[in-house]
């Protein structure tokens, strides 16, 4: 029963404080300076996420060459979406090019 309380205080908690700020949002005027700079936040969130992620797949040292695939797929759909300004298009190719290598990896060099 212990655990019920704690996670309805959890939910109650995380909801007050996203709603207070979905609330104030009409009413907070913030500076153009702000404006621009909250632009980047997403894109610096995913960087966050994701260079680990590539650079390090077996966490324990940094992997920079071609045996890994999470590198050449995330190379490749990195060039796709530079010249091509297509998100479904960047994630087709760059899964379709990591599952690939993966498996030519698997196949020839094993």
């Known amino acids: 029963m212990t655990e019920i309380y ?3 205080g ?3 908690v995380t909801f007050f404080i996203r709603y207070s700020m979905f609330a104030a949002s009409g009413q907070i005027q ?17 960087t966050a996420i994701t260079v ?7 966490g324990e040292q940094v992997e920079l060459n071609l045996s890994n695939p999470y590198l050449v797929g995330a190379l490749v759909a ?19 090019t990591f599952l690939g290598w993966q498996w030519v990896l698997a196949t020839y060099l094993v």
């Not at 680990?52 to 077996?58: D, G, N, Q, T």
């Not at 990195?78 to 379709?96: A, F, K, P």
């Open 78 to 96: 990195c060039t796709v979406g530079w010249y091509s300004r297509n998100l479904l298009l960047t994630i087709v190719v760059g899964m379709v």
């Open 52 to 58: 680990p992620a590539v650079l390090m797949p077996h």
């Open 6 to 8: 704690v996670i309805t």
């Open 10 to 12: 959890m939910i109650l």
């Open 30 to 46: 913030l500076p153009v300076y702000m404006t621009h700079a909250l632009r980047y936040v997403p894109p610096a969130v995913l």
